[in-house]
């Protein structure tokens, strides 16, 4: 994957879509721990809710492990205007292999700038939040980022200093190899009809998802000048959907690559590419936008 360097463009972000679910740790067989879990589910509580209150009420760590599934989660306590994710799943919802649910949605762009609307980094957070984070140096070199320690009685204007541990190798990180610290990242959009000044927030920790969605990103940005923002003809030109497919992983006990089936967030576009490259040529404006599979509303 390209390394980038990082943006110092922040979009301010009222809402966040999860490209998966959670479930009760199928583990778990205490009674009242799954009626939790469920009454949970029933009041469209977040995954962070329900797991707090079994936590608080039955001292049960990591009751809840990630599914991998074929649509998006929109959860009214992910928006700080809880009513936007049932405007979401109103315009964009649609039946499909598990029911009604957010399989593809449109999406614009508010700017250019690829670090900006798609920031991502190795990060590693303990109990207290961010411990260490992956930046890149003047130089290019990726770098292993953390705050620098508090000096006692002193206060800090700002916020505490951040300095460099080492280069980033996680192939010999310990942090890495323990699964402490991961590939994390997400992009940033604004959604067609949805009403608000803040944007909307989608995350991923796939490394193909991220790798993939940049590709895409390049090659629209070539051919448009650089330009991945706005709208072309009134109508946005990318859309998120989940795709199955194999990605390779490697088995860290037997050191072997095998492959699985998963579901990955896949970023598409509705832009014909080879019409646009002839229209920049012949200096012409015309519609470039192919037909879409099937209409966003279901």
């Not at 809710?49 to 990591?62: C, D, G, L, Q």
């Not at 130089?139 to 204007?157: I, N, P, S």
């Not at 497919?245 to 050191?255: A, L, R």
Request: glycine share 8%; proline share 5%; with cysteine.
């Amino acid at each position: 994957m390209n390394d980038i360097l990082k943006s110092k463009l922040t979009i301010p972000v009222g809402g966040r879509i999860r490209a998966g679910i959670k479930i009760l740790n199928p583990r778990i067989k205490d009674k009242e721990v799954i009626d939790l879990y469920k009454k949970g589910v029933k009041a469209k509580a977040s995954n962070g809710a329900i797991a707090a209150e079994i936590y608080k009420r039955f001292e049960v760590k990591n009751a809840l492990i990630p599914k991998n599934v074929p649509y998006f989660s929109v959860h009214p306590s992910d928006f700080v205007v809880s009513s936007t994710a049932d405007q979401i799943m109103e315009l964009y919802g649609s039946d499909g292999p598990a029911g009604y649910q957010l399989y593809k949605f449109p999406v614009v762009f508010p700017v250019d700038d690829i670090n900006s609307i798609m920031p991502h980094n190795l990060s590693c957070f303990g109990k207290s939040g961010l411990r260490y984070w992956s930046d890149y140096s003047e130089d290019g070199t990726r770098v292993c980022r953390q705050r620098k320690a508090a000096e006692k009685g002193v206060r800090v204007f700002g916020g505490r200093p951040v300095t460099t541990r080492r280069v980033c190798d996680p192939e010999k990180c310990d942090e890495y190899q323990k699964r402490e610290c991961t590939l994390r990242g997400q992009f940033i959009f604004y959604m067609p009809e949805i009403i608000g000044s803040a944007a909307i927030a989608l995350s991923t920790t796939s490394f193909y998802s991220l790798d993939k969605a940049m590709n895409t990103l390049n090659l629209i940005a070539g051919a448009r000048d650089g330009v991945i923002s706005g709208v072309v003809n009134g109508k946005p030109i990318f859309w998120f959907t989940k795709k199955l497919e194999k990605v390779s992983m490697i088995d860290v006990k037997t050191g072997e690559p095998r492959q699985v089936d998963q579901y990955l967030t896949v970023l598409e576009s509705s832009i014909n590419v080879g019409e646009l490259f002839v229209q920049r040529e012949m200096g012409e404006a015309k519609n470039m936008l192919m037909p879409p599979e099937e209409d966003f509303d279901g």
